[in-house]
């Protein structure tokens, strides 16, 4: 669809019309050296002013156009709310000293925090555990105190410094990484999910039907495919922000947000479900052009910086085909005269919307020296 412009903003030609006015008005033909032109000039620029920001405050009622404030009222009349920022979310698990002979609780909103966050994040148990008699571990979910992605990525065994002293209790880790959490969602994706809204005025039967509830699980959840791999059943795929993997917690809220009868036709079963991974490996050579050799780091530091941005696109949407000719294109406008590929592999291959491309820990970029 082509963009529209709801004002004329060529202020020559606004300055035209303020000329061909005050000629009218005066019966005066006016030289360009003449005083007045000065005011009139000037008169036109504001007038260019004016029209600019009419035409911004039009293209704000437009979705295509609207941003931060203006989106949140047309989500509002779309019944579609920005959905808040998302707390990070994982698994601990309590060891208790020695075997009891009575059941030992752990109390809703015990703090733990992970290795070396010097009492800057906090992780809270989502439940009381009761630790059955003559039993030594127990398990319960917890989420971080601070929303956002700063709880995002602590490894199982990280998250290990009990805050709040619990009788008997020995140790305290981490079973699964933690994740999900997510800054409050930004307005492309939020931008898409008011224009998914139509279809959440039926069950999610329709595949954006499904996509659109989805989505709402969790402010993380930046793609979702949803297939029928047979009669009378769905799959649905999420993948979160920066293409990592959903967790389990993340699954389950989508089930959750599937799973009401206004939603989920009856007939409907519902998986949900990670994407299958793709792996590739990368391993390039590049050059740079002699006549660069004056910013030679500067271009080494962004070409790096290429290669990981390509990394973090390539795995930020389900269905996104391995695409050797990307790399090689940001590479190139980041300062490289020539890239050879000596391992990207595969080479070329096509990705289903069940799958994501991900990179494995072979990532090589190789400086091959300077060209002529």
Not at 275 to 280: D, R, W
Request: proline share 6%; with cysteine.
């Amino acid at each position: 669809m082509p963009d529209i412009e709801f004002t004329e903003q060529d202020v020559l030609s606004i300055q035209s019309e303020v000329r061909t006015l005050f000629e009218g008005a005066t019966g005066r033909t006016l030289n360009r050296a003449d005083p007045e032109m000065l005011v009139l000039n000037a008169l036109a620029k504001m007038i260019l002013l004016q029209r600019v920001l009419i035409d911004q405050t039009a293209k704000a009622q437009l979705l295509r156009h609207a941003r931060k404030t203006m989106l949140d009222y047309l989500g509002d009349f779309a019944n579609t709310p920005r959905l808040a920022a998302a707390f990070a979310t994982t698994t601990l698990q309590f060891t208790l000293t020695a075997p009891l002979a009575s059941a030992q609780a752990i109390p809703v909103g015990t703090r733990v925090s992970p290795e070396g966050a010097e009492g800057e994040i906090y992780f809270a148990t989502n439940s009381t555990i009761v630790i059955p008699a003559g039993q030594l571990i127990g398990t319960v979910s917890a989420r971080c105190l601070q929303a956002g992605d700063i709880g995002n990525g602590f490894l199982p065994g990280v998250i290990n410094t009990l805050i709040d002293p619990v009788p008997f209790v020995l140790s305290v880790s981490n079973l699964t990484e933690s994740a999900a959490g997510a800054d409050e969602e930004e307005d492309e994706p939020y931008r898409e999910r008011i224009r998914l809204s139509n279809d959440s005025y039926s069950t999610a039967g329709p595949e954006d039907g499904y996509i659109y509830w989805a989505k709402t699980a969790s402010a993380a959840i930046v793609d979702v495919a949803a297939v029928t791999p047979a009669p009378m059943e769905v799959t649905i795929i999420p993948l979160l922000e920066n293409g990592e993997l959903p967790t389990q917690e993340i699954l389950d809220a989508v089930t959750s947000a599937l799973s009401p009868r206004n939603r989920r036709p009856l007939t409907d079963k519902v998986t949900v479900q990670r994407p299958e991974i793709v792996a590739y490996d990368i391993a390039v050579t590049y050059y740079v052009h002699e006549d660069n050799i004056a910013n030679l780091l500067s271009i080494q530091t962004a070409v790096e910086q290429a290669v990981g941005e390509y990394i973090i696109w390539q795995k930020s949407k389900l269905g996104r085909d391995i695409n050797p000719s990307e790399l090689v294109r940001r590479m190139i406008n980041a300062g490289a005269d020539r890239v050879e590929q000596t391992g990207l592999l595969p080479l070329y291959a096509e990705v289903t919307d069940l799958q994501v491309a991900r990179e494995t820990e072979n990532t090589i970029i190789t400086f091959g020296g300077l060209s002529k």
